[in-house]
């Protein structure tokens, strides 16, 4: 387990659900999650398992018909004392005040997320002064001083351009300066790269990485890009229909996948190496994610899996730790695994492994 004063945020039974004339929408149903301080966790799965809602749910940005109905969201404070965010009004000054200063979101496309009829310098300098009480003066030279870190080429001219000016690459600069001038504990980053060519994506991982280090925070990062996990992430979670599948250390994710649903994803990724048993065919999981108001008895990857039993698997499966804190929700480990009553995700060190993959823009070497 994470020594206690490591973890910056703990999660902990929740469940957002969306509540429509069709029927009730579990999208994040029953989420335990521990972030730890300056890791990066990686979230995966396919699209409309609940990831983004996760995020949102974090930030209480669920908008009707949705609405979190269950559990905690700790947030710890540096003093050690913590607040739960679950149980905070979200447009209460609490939760406007954690959002921006301690906790902050990039949002998948910043064409979308940034304001058309500002300026880049205006939008981040509003941020500032949102958070903070220094002047505008001093907020736009913190502005062009946030750009500069990023790589925005010519800072103080292009603090004052419009959205529409810049391309891809520098517009997600610029939201990456606007998430991270207030020097935020945990940024929040949703499928950051997924609007970009290759190019442009190994420089923003690369930017990340070492924004990341050198500010010493939190990353929680949300794709469906199993190499920009591999690249970045120190632990993974699986996420399979509103529910945490597999956890584990990135290296260990990669190495020894257990559940059938993460191995499904791994083996439908394009190997760079070639295999010595010669070409290997590409794989692809089976079926389609059930109807998300349908309410399903048992597994929930149990349509799609290979390895389905009837005896076992309509049955709903615990959490279980298989070894060095390898947790898995499939019936194939629980009599091997401890069951984990409280369902907690204890933390581990990230041990460097080859990653070769054909979409990872850099190798992790064995130290």
Known sequence: MVEQENVLMQIADLCTYFYTDDGVVRAVDGVYLDIE???V??????SGCGKTVLSLSMLRLISPPGRVVRGNILYYMENGSYIDLAKLSPKGSTMREIRGMHISMIFQEPMVSLNPLYTIGEQIIENVVTHTHITKKEARELAI????????????????DYPHQLSGGMRQRAMIAMALVCNPKLLIADEPTTALDVTVQAQVLELLKDLQQ???????????????IAEIADYVGVMYLGKIMEYASTCDLFDQP?????????????????QKEGKRKLETIKGDIPDPYARIEGCLFASRCSHFQQE????????????????????????AGKILTEERAPRMEYKNN???FSFSVAKKHET
């Open 37 to 39: 301080k300056n890791k």
């Open 41 to 46: 966790l990686g979230i995966i799965g396919e």
């Open 145 to 160: 001083h946030m750009l500069e870190q990023v790589g925005f080429p010519e800072p103080a001219k292009g603090i004052d």
């Open 214 to 228: 050198r500010m010493g925070m939190a990353v929680m990062i949300i794709t469906h890009n199993l190499g920009v």
């Open 258 to 274: 257990l559940h059938p649903y993460t191995q499904a994803l791994l083996k439908s990724v394009p190997y760079l190496a070639v």
């Open 312 to 335: 076992v698997c309509t049955q709903d499966p615990p959490l279980v730790e298989v070894e060095n804190a390898h947790q898995v929700r499939c019936w194939l480990y629980s009599q």
């Open 354 to 356: 080859s990653l070769q």
